[in-house]
């Protein structure tokens, strides 16, 4: 048995994660339980909606709360201190030997069982990040007291060789692992937000879970397997073949769904069968599957001049470092 365990509160999470269990219970084999975890209600979170935990409870999702006390110290909330919700998720007594977790940006896309996707994991199983997003990896080992590892993993979309980086959206952990493991997550994550900018230039602070995460392999000297790409690809940096797609999307944010067609296609299958969700939606989820051409190709041009500041912003960053160092 298999626990897979996704994370929600009020917001878009609603729509993702809602769109996730509607992918898992068309095309997911084998035995396994889903898990929603929410977070108690506090200054950054609400509970999800009414109709999205009815939708839960029709398909018999086992809810249960968690308490986050990261986000109950913070005054101000900072870019990714939300995501360390993921992290207080995990610390809960499943009973099932194997825990998937799963961002709720994630969608499955064909049949599988899910006994391929875990595998036969002994401690932890992840995919390598699309791009080392720490700039000085030997700087932030030696901050943290850590030995610089040996052994080297390629970043999936950048290509970059990279200490053990792996991205967050997709993990399998064996149970009796993941509970000696999580207190030294939660040590490496509380340890880089309180560096009060001593280390903050090296590091965007919206990858602290992953950052602590490599930290936490490290000082466990976790003997980890590499996920296989097909169960957590990286849609904003790699094209879906459309002869053979992957089994599980990442697929990040809401253009990607509406540009690509295969999963644009599932997306609506699953607002035309349950059209409530898209009360909970944001402004731009309705422009793009709501609103008028009018109203989508705007949205379109202003992502077209946003992603292509960003990726200069990137290029400019990155030439600037090769230059330097």
């Not at 919700?85 to 099932?96: G, Q, V």
Request: net charge positive; glycine share 4%.
């Amino acid at each position: 048995m298999v626990a897979i365990v996704m994370v929600c509160h009020k917001g878009d999470l609603e729509l993702k994660t809602a769109f996730l269990i509607h992918t898992l219970r068309k095309y997911l084999k084998g035995n396994f339980r889903i898990y929603l975890g929410i977070p108690d209600e506090g200054r950054y979170t609400m509970p999800p909606s009414f109709e999205f935990l009815a939708y839960c409870k029709c398909f018999n999702i086992h809810i249960y709360n968690f308490n986050n006390p990261f986000l109950e110290s913070k005054e101000q909330l900072l870019k990714g201190d939300l995501i360390s919700n993921k992290i207080y998720a995990l610390i809960h007594p499943f009973e099932e030997e194997t825990v998937l977790f799963l961002d709720s940006d994630i969608a499955l896309l064909k049949d599988i069982d899910i006994a391929k996707i875990v595998g036969d994991t002994l401690t932890l199983a992840l995919k390598p990040a699309g791009h080392a997003h720490v700039r000085n990896w030997e700087l932030m080992y030696k901050a943290a007291n850590l030995p610089m590892p040996v052994k080297k993993v390629l970043a999936s979309v950048g290509q970059a060789e990279m200490p053990p980086y792996f991205n967050s959206g997709v993990m399998v952990f064996r149970k009796d692992f993941l509970g000696k493991f999580m207190e030294t997550w939660v040590h490496y994550f509380l340890w880089l937000s309180d560096m009060d900018g001593k280390l903050s230039t090296e590091f965007p602070l919206f990858h602290r879970d992953q950052i602590s995460l490599s930290l936490a392999i490290c000082a466990c000297d976790a003997d980890y397997s590499i996920l296989d790409e097909l169960y957590n690809f990286p849609i904003r940096g790699k094209k879906i073949h459309k002869k053979s797609p992957p089994c599980l999307v990442h697929y990040h944010n809401t253009y990607s769904v509406y540009f690509e067609k295969l999963l644009e296609k599932e997306f609506l299958e699953f607002i035309k069968l349950h059209p409530f969700i898209m009360d909970s939606a944001g402004p731009l989820w309705k422009s793009l599957f709501e609103g008028s051409i009018i109203k989508r190709k705007s949205a379109v041009f202003i992502e077209y001049v946003r992603f292509n500041k960003y990726r200069l912003k990137r290029f400019l960053k990155t030439l600037k470092y090769r230059l330097f160092h």
